[in-house]
Nanobody
Framework: QVQLTESGGGLVQAGGSLRLSCAPS????????MGWYRQAPGRERELVARINVGGRTNYADSVKGRFTISRDNAQNSVNLYMDNLKAEDTAVYCC?????????WGQGTQVTVSS
């Protein structure tokens, strides 16, 4: 069973930075793509950023220019660097990975941005 171990998150002031990390239980290049989604209270879950096996990335419009997703080959992890955080970034962030049609989710980590 594939497991996704998330780390990072926490409480930060507006304008600050955080890093989220997602480490799968197997080689990350086995996955077609990996990414981060978030869900704020009362809102639907939405894509934040993802990276495919070829390295192509895409981002939600709301985070473009502020967030960066990348792979750390040494740590076998996918990291989300979040800069210039805003109060509206407050949400539970979940790592997602796919192999063909199978989707795996992490348990989620809370990100809270105080204004």
């Amino acid at each position: 069973q594939v497991q996704l171990t998330e780390s990072g998150g926490g409480l930060v002031q507006a304008g600050g930075s955080l890093r989220l990390s997602c480490a799968p239980s197997e080689n990350m290049y086995n996955f077609n793509d990996m990414g981060w989604y978030r869900q704020a209270p009362g809102r639907e879950r939405e894509l934040v950023a993802r990276i495919n096996v070829g390295g192509r990335t895409n981002y939600a419009d709301s985070v473009k220019g502020r967030f960066t997703i990348s792979r750390d080959n040494a740590q076998n992890s996918v990291n989300l660097y979040m800069d210039n955080l805003k109060a509206e970034d407050t949400a539970v962030y979940c790592c997602r990975a796919t192999i063909r049609s199978t989707i795996y989710w992490g348990q989620g980590t809370q990100v809270t941005v105080s204004s």
